[in-house]
């Protein structure tokens, strides 16, 4: 018998027995299995979006973390209320995002929002953070704004690893209402 | 006469070949077959380890011109390099579709009508995108800017397959310092093109 890539066959004018045909399909199947279980694998990203799940409190001047507490869509979703903690998933390259949907009463002038990543490694902890600043027109009463940031991070240990969405509000007078339709969400999109 | 299926071109025996034939018809269709799975293996790597990259910025940059990177955060295969090229990472070895972000993080501030802008492009490019930020607050600001673009390729041939980020003042009193506090630049292929 002879061997391409685990595909083996019988050679020259051996006997064409019924065994050796049956190795040479088995053979084939064997190499379709493994390949279809990585196309699986492959289809089958971890990816999770989360939200408020109620609406804040008026906000001014200052930072402030958002509770992300519903899930909207999961493969995969570790613990944590105010983000996404990676307990759950696969070490890994991650794009992720977020934006604050809201609403603005007074004079807001901009919003400032942060997509945070942390993670400890060994004794330490390292944190990567995508800012964007969103200016608003200083009108009273103004409707909902949004505020969008994206980056890619790059987890090493889910246990530790940790995604949020954080904000400042440069307000004379002004505050904002942070709302349910607001999303932070995560992508694994390849191994490291 | 071996036949063969039509998509693959996979030979079979027919009615009456001999076992000679038969021998040279099975080492062919394991071939091919091996051919044909190895072209969808190499597929399904390329979706579930698409290319990507992030560089970093931190100290000064030349205000009105491309960022210069100075640090390597996530290059799993290999594509980055700052030695040749500080200002831009070439993705043209892999074309097809590309997702671009880029933010960066000044302390430049202005009071009245200054715009600090951000493209995210290849260079030679005519699709760009644009974030700005009119009238700095003092203490700093932070821009972002991000898009996907079919990049045709391959390396060497076309400045546009090039990824890189530019930061640029209008108006009068730009400052005299050109500092980034922080920022980054990052690709995903996230298709063919």
Redesign the interface.
């Known amino acids: 018998m002879l061997d391409i890539s685990g595909i083996v066959y019988p050679e020259g004018r051996d006997a064409f027995t019924a065994a050796e045909l049956r190795r040479f399909a088995e053979s084939v199947n064997t190499r379709l299995i493994a390949v279809m279980a990585a196309s699986s694998a492959a289809r089958g990203a971890d990816c999770m979006v989360v939200r408020p799940s109620v609406s804040g409190s008026p906000l001014s001047n200052g930072d402030s973390s958002i509770d992300f507490d519903t899930t909207v869509y999961a493969t995969n979703r570790g613990s944590g209320g105010v983000g996404i903690a990676t307990t759950s998933m696969r070490p890994g390259v991650y794009l992720a995002g977020g934006f604050l949907n809201c609403t603005t009463t007074g004079s807001v002038s901009r919003i400032l929002t942060s997509l945070r990543f942390s993670e400890e490694r060994g004794p330490r902890l390292v944190s990567s953070i995508t800012e964007n600043v969103r200016k608003l027109n200083a009108k009273s009463g103004r409707g909902i704004e949004q505020a969008t940031v994206c980056g890619l991070f790059q987890v090493t240990d889910p246990g530790s690893a940790f995604f949020s969405v954080e904000y400042s509000v440069v307000s004379p007078s002004g505050s904002i209402t942070v709302t349910t339709a607001s999303r932070l969400w995560a992508i694994r999109i390849r191994g490291l | 006469m071996p036949g063969a299926t039509t998509t693959y071109s996979i030979p079979y025996p027919a009615a009456g070949d001999g076992?000679?034939l038969?021998?040279d018809v099975?080492?062919t269709?394991?071939?091919r077959?091996?051919a044909v799975?190895?072209t969808?293996?190499a597929r399904?790597?390329r979706?579930?380890?698409?290319e990507?990259f992030?560089v970093s910025a931190t100290g000064t940059t030349t205000l009105n011109n491309v960022i210069t990177w100075n640090g390597v955060?996530?290059d799993?295969g290999g594509m980055v390099d700052l030695t040749a090229d500080p200002q831009g990472v070439e993705v043209g070895g892999s074309p097809g579709v590309w997702?671009k972000?880029s933010?960066a993080?000044t302390p430049y501030s202005s009071t009245s009508g200054n715009v600090l802008n951000m493209f995210v492009d290849g260079a030679g490019s005519t699709v760009r995108d644009l974030?700005a930020?009119?009238n700095?607050?003092s203490g700093g600001?932070?821009?972002?800017a991000?898009f996907a673009e079919q990049i045709s390729g391959p390396a060497g041939v076309s400045t546009s397959s090039i990824i890189n980020a530019e930061l640029f003042w209008s108006g009068t009193g730009a400052p005299s310092v050109p500092t980034v506090t922080?920022a980054?630049l990052?690709g995903?292929r996230i298709g063919d093109a």
Request: glycine share 4%.
């Open positions: 076992p000679c038969l021998g099975l080492a269709a394991a071939a077959i091996d799975l190895s969808v293996e399904v790597t979706v579930s380890e698409p990507c992030r955060d996530i799993p997702l972000i933010s993080t974030d930020a009119q700095p607050p600001v932070s821009i972002f991000g922080t980054y990052a995903v």
